[in-house]
Structure formats: structure tokens, C-alpha cells
């Protein structure tokens, strides 16, 4: 089955940082808008931030705004989240995968491809 994958997710304390890595061997993803989405037990799934093919195009979910940075490098098949300023609400199991309708304002209720097993994220207060 293809699948994206994640790594980069730990325990951090409240106002840390870590950066997430989306990736996979088994085909390019250069040709995908690609977003970052969580869940949390016990709560609905959220899309987290997205961006275009070209990278041209992002979006976040306010709650991330100022926060988060979403970047690729299509060179090395790479697309990286990078979480700044982290709060204990930010706790929950992050994936990645590619977007059917695109990096829209609306992504976080796209359909999905390729979706990763995710990596968890465990901030503390």
C-alpha cells in the first residue's frame, strides 16, 4: 500500500519546538498538494496547514497561525512542518497525505491519499 511517512514527532514542553518530516521512497510526490492534519483522541480530525505542488500556495488553520511552517523540497521528496511556540493543545497523532482538491482554504475537508500512519506529537505544560 502506498503511503506517505512522518517522523519527527517526540515530547516536548509547552513554548518548544519540533519539525516534522513527510516523505516516501516509493513514488514522487512533486505532482501533489500535500497537507499536515492531527487528531487528537476523543476529537475530530484537523487540518493542520497544506501546500501546492509548487509551493507557491499555503494555508493554516488559525489555530496554528504564526506558529506553523509548512515548506517542501521536491528535490528530496520532502515535505517539513515546523512548529514553533508549541502548546499542550497541540498534542495529538500528526499525518500527512495528499490532497484531492488541492491547498484551498477549505483543505482540511478534502478527500485524502496516501495517508501516513502519522507520528505523535506530546507537548506538556
Known amino acids: 500500500q502506498l503511503r506517505f511517512v512522518e517522523s519527527g514527532g517526540g515530547l516536548v514542553r509547552s513554548g518548544g519546538s519540533l519539525r516534522l518530516s513527510c516523505t516516501t521512497s516509493?513514488?514522487?510526490?512533486?505532482?501533489?498538494?500535500i497537507g499536515w492534519f492531527r487528531q487528537a483522541p476523543g476529537k475530530e480530525r484537523e487540518g493542520v496547514s497544506c501546500i501546492s505542488s509548487t509551493g507557491s500556495t499555503s494555508n493554516y488553520a488559525d489555530s496554528v497561525k504564526g506558529r506553523f511552517t509548512i515548506s517542501r523540497d521536491n528535490a528530496n521528496n520532502t515535505v517539513s512542518l515546523q512548529m514553533d511556540s508549541l502548546k499542550p493543545d497541540d498534542t495529538a497523532d500528526y499525518y500527512c497525505a495528499a490532497l484531492e482538491g488541492g491547498c484551498g482554504p477549505n483543505f482540511g475537508r478534502y478527500g485524502l491519499d496516501y495517508r501516513g500512519k502519522g507520528t505523535l506529537v506530546t507537548v506538556s505544560s
Open positions: 516509493k513514488f514522487t510526490l512533486e505532482y501533489y498538494a
